[in-house]
C-alpha cells in the first residue's frame, strides 16, 4: 500500500480533497449505471468490508472543547468580578454602579411578556441548549477511531490522511488520468476520470484496490465504498 509521504519528526495537517461537483450519485447494488453508447460513465456502489468478529467497535474521540469553555471562563469570570466589586463598593458606603441600578429598575418594572424580557430568555436558554449539546457530543469528527492493537493505546486517522492514501492508491490503476476521493466517517467517495480502457474494467480494479486500502487503515469500523468513474470532458 502506498503511504503519504511525511518527513521524519514532523506533524503536519493534510489537504482536503473535495468531491468532483455535478457527478451524478453512485449507484446501489455494485452494478454499472449511467452507461449510454459511447460508455461515457461508470458508477458502483458497495458495502464496506466487515471488521474483525474481535472488535467491538473504537468509541469517537472526544473533544476538549478549549476555545467554548475559554469564552464561557472569561465571561463568567469578567461579570463576577465586576459584581462583586459593586457589592465591596457598596458595603464600603460608596453608591452602587450606574448599570446595577438600572438593570435593578428595569426587572423590577418590566412585565414578564415584554418583548425584551423574552429576547433575553430565549438567548440565554440557546445558549444553554448550545453548551449542553457540546457537553454531551464528542466532535472531533474528522478523526477516524482505528482498530486498538494495544489495551493501553488509542489511534485515530484523520480524514484527510485517508482520502490521501486511498487517492495514491486509486492512481496506480491503469487507465485512471485523475482521482478525486472524500472520505466520511460511514462512506468513501470515489470520483475518477479514466482517459483509456473500459469504464467497466477501470472501475472494477478501483474497486478491488481501493477495498485492499480500506482494510489496510486499520479503522475500527471501515466505511463503505462509492466508485464513479467517467470520461474526461471534451473541450470546447
Not at 482505528?146 to 490521501?164: F, I, K, Y
Not at 486509486?170 to 482517459?195: C, I, L, N, P
Not at 477495498?211 to 464513479?228: C, M, Q
Amino acid at each position: 500500500m502506498s503511504e503519504p509521504r511525511r518527513s521524519e519528526g514532523t506533524t503536519r495537517r493534510l489537504p482536503v480533497i473535495e468531491k468532483t461537483d455535478g457527478t451524478d450519485e453512485a449507484a446501489v447494488g455494485g452494478t454499472a449505471a449511467g452507461r449510454d453508447a459511447d460508455q461515457s460513465a461508470s458508477a458502483a456502489a458497495y458495502d464496506p468490508p466487515s471488521a474483525p468478529d474481535d472488535d467491538g467497535g473504537e468509541k469517537r474521540f472526544w473533544s476538549a472543547r478549549r476555545i467554548p469553555a475559554g469564552v464561557l471562563a472569561v465571561l463568567l469570570l469578567g461579570g463576577v468580578g465586576l459584581l462583586l466589586y459593586d457589592v465591596v463598593a457598596v458595603r464600603a458606603g460608596r453608591p452602587a454602579m450606574q448599570w446595577r441600578r438600572s438593570l435593578a429598575r428595569e426587572l423590577a418594572e418590566r412585565p414578564l411578556d415584554d418583548p425584551w424580557v423574552l429576547a433575553g430568555a430565549s438567548v440565554a436558554v440557546l445558549l444553554g441548549l448550545w453548551l449542553l449539546v457540546l457537553a454531551v457530543t464528542p466532535g472531533l469528527r474528522d478523526v477516524l477511531p482505528m482498530r486498538r492493537v494495544h489495551p493501553r493505546v488509542r489511534a485515530g486517522l484523520h480524514r484527510d490522511a485517508a482520502a490521501l492514501a486511498l487517492r495514491d492508491r486509486a492512481m496506480e490503476v491503469s487507465g485512471v488520468r485523475s482521482v478525486r476521493v472524500r472520505a466520511g466517517r460511514r462512506r468513501v467517495d470515489v470520483r475518477a476520470v479514466s482517459h483509456f480502457r473500459e469504464l467497466d474494467e477501470v472501475r472494477a480494479d478501483l474497486d478491488v484496490t481501493l477495498a485492499d486500502g480500506i482494510r489496510g487503515l486499520g479503522l475500527s469500523r471501515p466505511p463503505a465504498l462509492s466508485v464513479h468513474v467517467r470520461r474526461p470532458g471534451r473541450k470546447g
